[in-house]
């Protein structure tokens, strides 16, 4: 039971500081978000481990014939998850401004859109992966606090707010763009950053909205490239210097709000995940009834 409540701990910090990364001027800016994100990586490899029996079972047996179906998909979940999670986690390291500052693998443009549609991405595989445990978390979450109660009105003041809940993530996931992130995805597999748009290439990862140019143009680099950097450094941001860029401008931001807003956005695919399940659950005791 120890081992639920220090996954259960560990899953509510991974929550807080994934959502945090949302927005990268939040508590002071960039050094957090990079920094953060290293710890982030820490504690989501430590909550890998804590499955690893899970994974090595699961693993030996995908292809046995009497594997339920259920294993099979929790499994293929679990992998696109950790597949998308260490690919933002590595593109976050190539992109690295303050940490890592003088990394530089090439195409950081191909690179810096992958980061994003991929984090995005993983805000779905996230809210699926929640659904699909919703019922353990509550569990969980009962069991810490010995809640004992079986009133009906709890149930259905639990729907009400689910469905308040679903309302407003889908209202946030049309103010920041959200589909738009998702579908850069295609981007990023259709030629780099010469297949983005030019609205995907301008486009503002904080607010949702494009950054505007004088006279409504682009930016033109020579031969198409971005602009280099003395001996293909980048700047040394310990000396006061930092890029401009739309997405890493620093200042502050409210860390609630950003909070609030994707947790809104996951918790549209927590609640569709969650009642697909549980119709799909009363569907096959039906049939065996």
Avoid at 14 to 39: C, D, K, P, Q, S
Avoid at 229 to 234: E, P, V, W
Wanted: charged share 15%; aromatic share 14%; proline share 2%.
């Amino acid at each position: 039971m120890k081992k639920n409540y220090i996954q259960f701990a560990i899953d509510i910090v991974m929550a807080i500081m994934f959502l945090l990364f949302f927005n990268t001027r939040v508590l002071g800016g960039l050094a957090y978000h990079e920094i953060a994100g290293l710890i982030f990586a820490v504690i989501f490899f430590t909550h890998v481990s804590l499955n690893l029996n899970w994974v090595k079972n699961v693993t030996m047996k995908i292809f046995n014939k009497n594997l339920p179906w259920k294993t099979r998909g929790n499994y293929a979940l679990n992998l696109l998850l950790l597949i998308s999670m260490c690919f933002v986690i590595f593109s976050g390291i190539v992109i690295s401004r303050v940490v890592f500052p003088n990394i530089n693998l090439g195409n950081e443009i191909w690179f810096r859109t992958a980061h994003t549609a991929f984090s995005f991405l993983t805000i779905i595989l996230v809210g699926v992966h929640i659904g699909i445990h919703w019922q353990w978390i509550v569990n969980v979450f009962k069991k810490m606090i010995q809640y004992k109660s079986k009133k009906k009105w709890i149930g259905y003041a639990a729907k009400i707010a689910a469905a308040l809940i679903f309302i407003f993530g889908v209202y946030e996931i049309q103010q920041t763009g959200f589909v738009n992130r998702v579908a850069s995805v295609t981007s990023v597999f259709s030629g780099g950053s010469s297949g983005m748009t030019a609205g995907q290439r301008n486009f503002n990862f904080d607010s949702g909205q494009r950054p505007s140019f004088t006279g409504g143009q682009e930016p033109k680099f020579a031969d198409g490239q971005t602009p280099g950097f003395t001996n293909g450094q980048r700047p040394d941001l310990n000396n006061g210097n930092r890029i401009q860029e739309t997405e890493h401008n620093g200042g502050s931001a409210d860390a609630f709000d950003v909070i609030i807003t994707y947790s809104a956005v996951t918790a549209v695919f927590v609640v569709i995940t969650y009642y697909i399940r549980k119709l799909t659950l009363k569907k096959r005791k039906r049939k065996l009834a």
